[in-house]
């Protein structure tokens, strides 16, 4: 019996892009500021001369998966992390932007071969958010151990 399992020790020379949403930047950028400081703790080079990784935006989550399966396809990068975040309004809007993306984003894993994480929040308020996204946790961190985990895990099996 063969078993498979990410890593961490072996993921500190992986090729990373990470595709943030400009839409609700406030949150955004503090998942980002979570998922760089866990990179940078589990050996990444997050520098601004970093070869290691490289940071995309795009105007919203819709956009998301449109660029993280063209940088996976791109041959470049070993695991692609995706970072937005979606807040529940008036409208059935939120509905079709989760619904687009995470079906996206899971496409651009599945005809890539690459995993992209989904590193999206989707909420009821804006407190909430803030709540995911370094009040009380980060979830910012968690996708970036994720990639780590995956991106380790790919590299481990066979063929």
């Not at 993921?11 to 866990?38: E, H, M, W, Y």
């Not at 703790?41 to 001369?49: C, F, P, Q």
Request: glycine content about 8%.
């Amino acid at each position: 019996m063969a078993r498979f399992e990410g890593r961490f020790s072996d993921a500190s020379d992986l090729r990373i892009a990470v595709v943030v949403a400009r839409f609700n930047d406030l949150i955004t950028g503090k998942l980002l500021s979570g998922c760089l400081d866990c990179l940078s703790r589990h050996g990444i080079d997050t520098s601004e001369t970093s070869s290691q990784l490289d940071i995309a935006w795009v105007p919203g989550s819709f956009e998301l998966p449109l660029l993280a399966q063209t940088l996976a396809e791109s041959e470049r990068y070993e695991v692609v992390i995706t970072l937005g975040a979606v807040i529940r309004g008036d409208t059935p809007h939120f509905d079709v932007v989760v619904a687009e993306a995470s079906k996206g984003i899971a496409t651009a894993a599945r005809e890539s071969g690459v995993p992209v994480i989904f590193g999206v929040l989707t909420t009821d308020t804006m407190q909430q958010a803030l709540e995911r996204a370094g009040i009380k946790s980060n979830l910012g961190w968690s996708y970036a151990m994720q990639a780590l985990e995956m991106g380790s895990l790919m590299r481990a099996l066979p063929g």
